[in-house]
């Protein structure tokens, strides 16, 4: 299996899952991981087709073949519909959506070989949902789960399965930076974790489990769906304490 953006985070911990269930894993990211083991590394960026090519011949070539795409690579933005470049909104849709894109055309042509293929694209529960100050990150999820459901449409007649998963606030290295930055840290992380109903923020572990089911021939019948971890934060209505 491949997963971009496999270094840090979710991606990580995607990684790690998969290795421990005996999988062949191949982590795409910037950036070399450290300290990941049962994973081979390959540097490249979503954003360049090219090595992205290369990258998916040389997995494939290495592991015979790839049977599971993952599409993890994404990066925030933290402001509203008023904030950012019209560079930076285009940044972080080529990285967010494009990049799922780019990874999906160059892992093609081996999942098409597969006799079990599946693609898993990570969504974010801001795709659903509005929270302030997320308004470009929103808006790339948004794209990724709606994308999600016209690959699957597409594929599915050969075979190839395309699913995501819309976590909530997942807890990650990440939150832990916007935390610190926070004029109290331990309050904003706080606020993290009541967005869900549950009060905690999703494990990446949790994530990870969910990518797994979905790439699983366990889950042939999980085609174009949205596998929502949020904690209740979509469905639930808990009265004010």
Request: aromatic letters at 6%; one cysteine or more; proline letters at 4%.
């Amino acid at each position: 299996m491949v997963i971009t953006g496999g270094a840090a985070g979710i991606g990580r911990a995607v990684a790690e899952h998969f290795s421990d269930l005996g999988a062949r894993v191949a982590v795409i990211d910037r950036d070399t991981p450290e300290g990941l083991a049962g994973a081979d590394a390959f540097v490249a960026d979503v954003t360049d087709q090219s090595k992205l090519n290369d990258v998916m011949k040389k997995v494939a070539g290495r592991f015979g073949g790839i049977d599971v795409l993952v599409n993890n690579a994404a990066i925030s933005f933290v402001g509203t519909v008023e904030d950012g470049t019209e560079e930076e909104w285009h940044r972080v849709f080529d990285i967010n959506v494009l990049g799922y894109v780019r990874a999906t055309r160059a892992a093609l042509p081996y999942l098409r070989k597969s006799k079990q293929p599946a693609i898993v694209n990570v969504s974010s529960c801001t795709a659903t949902s509005g929270f302030t100050q997320r308004a470009l990150y929103s808006a790339t999820k948004g794209g990724v789960q709606s994308m999600s459901l016209a690959m699957a449409a597409d594929l599915i007649r050969e075979g190839i399965r395309v699913n995501c998963v819309s976590p909530g606030t997942v807890d990650t290295p990440f939150m832990d930076k916007l935390a610190a930055a926070a004029p109290d840290p331990a309050a904003k992380r706080r606020e993290f974790e009541l967005r869900q109903p549950t009060g905690r923020m999703v494990g990446a572990e949790e994530v990870a489990a969910a990518v797994a089911y979905l790439a699983s021939p366990i889950s042939r019948s999980q085609v174009g769906t949205a596998l929502v971890l949020d904690g209740g934060l979509a469905t639930l209505r808990l009265p004010r304490t």
